[in-house]
């Protein structure tokens, strides 16, 4: 019932923003295909790929992260510092992983929701990649990993301060040095070792070869959902804390 009802929540919110929700998904990932794409990768070759079809699983890794991410952090600490109703979904006679839970699942559906779009763009540019359906769950199980980071970082924050200067040491770094826009192999082996230990990291290289190769990694899922259950154990560990403060 507590995560039905978060969901038909989020849901309404979703229907009644459909437009700048969308237009806010699409901005980012557009404007990287047309700058690394035809700006900066025409006849570039990454790993026996055209560098504008190499981009897209990282582009997708990475606007699922970021999506996923706001999605949630940002809908609570609002809730949080200005309407100050958090604590009364907190306080409800319901289950409190359930509703930690339902939060990260509808986080993790706009995240979903905006891959969807890229994949789109995708096919408006004229870029060719492989589409599957272990595509969508190692997509969702990313969303549903930062969508839970979100959620803690939320619910650890107490401004919006705190919250812009997790961003920036925290999701910035990871949007520019996880293998989104450019291979590993490139890196020093020391920042290559620190890179690969960040859950973008293995989001991009399950998505690039699930898309560009059709090869299931295993690896890099098995740590994705390792990062994503501990998150989610964290995630009910500060809800039970911010209840018992």
């Given at each position: 019932?507590?995560?039905?009802?978060?969901?038909?929540?989020?849901?309404?919110?979703?229907?009644?923003?459909?437009?700048?929700i969308?237009?806010?998904?699409?901005?980012?990932?557009?404007l990287?295909?047309?700058?690394?794409?035809?700006?900066?990768?025409?006849?570039?070759?990454?790993?026996g790929h055209p560098?504008?079809?190499?981009?897209?699983?990282?582009?997708?890794?990475?606007?699922?992260?970021?999506?996923?991410?706001s999605?949630?952090?940002?809908?609570?600490?609002?809730?949080?510092?200005?309407?100050?109703?958090?604590?009364?979904?907190?306080?409800?006679?319901?289950?409190?992983y359930l509703?930690?839970?339902?939060?990260?699942?509808?986080?993790?559906?706009?995240?979903?929701?905006?891959?969807?779009?890229?994949?789109?763009?995708?096919?408006?540019?004229?870029?060719s990649?492989?589409?599957?359906?272990?595509?969508?769950?190692?997509?969702?199980?990313?969303?549903?990993?930062?969508?839970?980071?979100?959620?803690?970082?939320?619910?650890?924050?107490?401004?919006?301060?705190?919250?812009?200067?997790?961003?920036?040491?925290?999701i910035?770094p990871?949007t520019?040095?996880?293998?989104?826009?450019?291979s590993?192999e490139?890196?020093?082996?020391?920042m290559?070792?620190?890179?690969?230990i960040?859950?973008?990291?293995?989001?991009?290289?399950?998505?690039?070869?699930?898309?560009?190769?059709?090869?299931?990694?295993?690896?890099?899922?098995?740590?994705?959902?390792?990062?994503?259950?501990?998150?989610?154990?964290?995630?009910?560990?500060?809800?039970?804390?911010?209840l018992?403060?």
């Open positions: 019932m507590e995560i039905r009802t978060i969901l038909w929540r989020e849901f309404i919110f979703f229907k009644n923003n459909l437009f700048r969308t237009s806010s998904a699409i901005m980012s990932p557009f990287y295909f047309i700058a690394f794409g035809w700006g900066l990768g025409k006849g570039v070759v990454v790993d560098y504008n079809q190499y981009i897209v699983p990282g582009i997708i890794a990475l606007s699922s992260m970021s999506t996923s991410f999605a949630v952090s940002i809908r609570i600490l609002v809730s949080k510092l200005h309407e100050r109703s958090f604590e009364f979904y907190m306080t409800a006679p319901a289950k409190l509703l930690t839970l339902g939060n990260i699942i509808a986080g993790a559906l706009r995240g979903l929701y905006a891959s969807l779009l890229i994949l789109l763009i995708t096919f408006l540019f004229g870029i990649v492989k589409l599957s359906f272990g595509l969508l769950l190692v997509t969702f199980l990313n969303c549903l990993l930062f969508a839970s980071f979100g959620y803690i970082a939320a619910m650890v924050v107490t401004t919006h301060y705190d919250m812009n200067r997790f961003t920036t040491f925290v910035t990871m520019f040095l996880c293998g989104t826009f450019f590993l490139n890196m020093p082996d020391f290559a070792i620190l890179i690969r960040l859950p973008l990291t293995h989001a991009s290289i399950a998505i690039r070869s699930l898309m560009l190769d059709g090869v299931v990694m295993p690896f890099s899922i098995v740590i994705l959902g390792a990062y994503f259950i501990g998150l989610l154990m964290i995630g009910v560990w500060v809800s039970h804390r911010e018992g403060s």
